[in-house]
């Protein structure tokens, strides 16, 4: 009965480097949602994605981020060349697919905790 | 502009008492309304939802929430307050026709003993 699974937990990364986030969802959870955490801030949309579809990006930074979610294997968010104003907590959510959080509410993996030093 | 807004960053209260942690929204429809709680390392656990009919809800752990279309507020509530309580809790909205959560910036709950 696993729940949504966030690799690495805690990944720390010096600037110019790349950070790859992996989030699988729950079993039969078709649409997954990435979110960044900073203090004080709350949790900020970045992306919706469903299979091999980016549905909204509205939310994420026009450079250096990216996001998949491929047919087969976990969905991934990709920093490039990250700074220390990446250092955040990131988090991802799965949803059942057709309706969304109003009809199937999200639920959240325990979030990667990333560090740029 | 539309945005969830918690105007207590932090809240302190004893061991025993009541609690409520405020929430309002700015949309102009009626949206859908969460309440999630987050422990300290952990992700978010959904607490209770509001979509329509009765305007007070209740959710996991004791708490409950009530819909006050005339303050588009969506304040939660628990009459007494247990240590394992302390946590950060999100208010957070799914406007009309949306389709994402947009969450507020969260109140910490510290409970003293």
């Known amino acids: 009965n696993a729940g949504v699974m966030q690799n690495p937990r805690h990944l720390v990364r010096r600037r110019g480097q790349e950070a790859r986030l992996r989030c699988s969802p729950v079993k039969g959870h078709s649409h997954v949602y990435w979110y960044r955490q900073l203090p004080e801030e709350g949790l900020k949309f970045m992306v919706y994605?469903?299979?091999?579809?980016?549905?909204?990006e509205s939310g994420m930074p026009k450079e250096r981020f990216s996001a998949e979610f491929p047919k087969e294997g976990p969905s991934i968010l990709r920093i490039q060349q990250v700074v220390r104003g990446d250092s955040a907590a990131y988090f991802c959510a799965s949803s059942r697919p057709g309706a969304g959080s109003y009809n199937s509410p999200l639920h959240f993996g325990n979030g990667t905790r990333l560090t740029v030093t | 502009a539309q945005s969830v807004t918690q105007p207590d960053i932090h809240i302190t209260v004893s061991e025993g008492a009541s609690l409520e942690l405020r929430c309002n929204y700015s949309?102009?429809?009626?949206?859908?309304l969460f309440w999630y709680v987050q422990s300290p390392g952990q992700g978010l656990q959904l607490l209770l939802k509001y979509f329509s009919g009765d305007t007070l809800v209740q959710g996991i752990k004791g708490f409950e929430a009530e819909f006050k279309r005339s303050q588009s507020s969506f304040n939660l509530r628990k009459p007494s307050v247990h240590w394992s309580d302390a946590a950060e809790y999100f208010c957070a909205v799914l406007p009309e026709y949306g389709n994402k959560l947009v969450f507020g910036a969260g109140t910490i709950l510290r409970v003293k003993s």
């Open positions: 949309y102009g429809a009626t949206p859908y």
């Open positions: 994605l469903q299979k091999e579809n980016i549905i909204d």
